[in-house]
C-alpha cells in the first residue's frame, strides 16, 4: 500500500519505490536523506544568490540554512 501517490509517477514505479525503500538499511536511509538534505541546502543556496547577488558564498549559506531551519515552523 502507498500512503501518497505522486501524480506525476505510476503505481508501478511508487510500488518500486516504496519497495526499495523497505529494503534499505538504516546506514543507507540516513545517507540518502543526508544527499537530500545537501540538495536542499543548495537549491536554498541558489536562491538566496539569486535574489541577493551581493552575497558573499559563507552569507548565502548562512540565510540558506536560516530559511531551511524555518521551513518546518
Do not use: C, N, T
Not at 6 to 18: F, G, L, M, N, W
Not at 46 to 53: E, N, S, W
Amino acid at each position: 500500500m502507498i500512503p501518497f501517490l505522486p501524480a506525476d509517477v505510476s503505481p508501478e514505479v511508487a510500488v518500486r519505490q516504496v519497495r526499495r525503500y523497505r529494503e534499505m538499511s538504516p546506514a543507507e536511509k540516513l545517507a540518502l536523506s543526508d544527499g537530500l538534505w545537501d540538495l536542499a541546502l543548495e537549491l536554498a543556496k541558489a536562491g538566496v544568490l539569486m535574489r541577493a547577488p551581493e552575497l558573499d558564498e559563507a552569507s548565502a549559506l548562512r540565510r540558506a540554512r536560516e530559511l531551511l531551519r524555518h521551513a518546518s515552523d
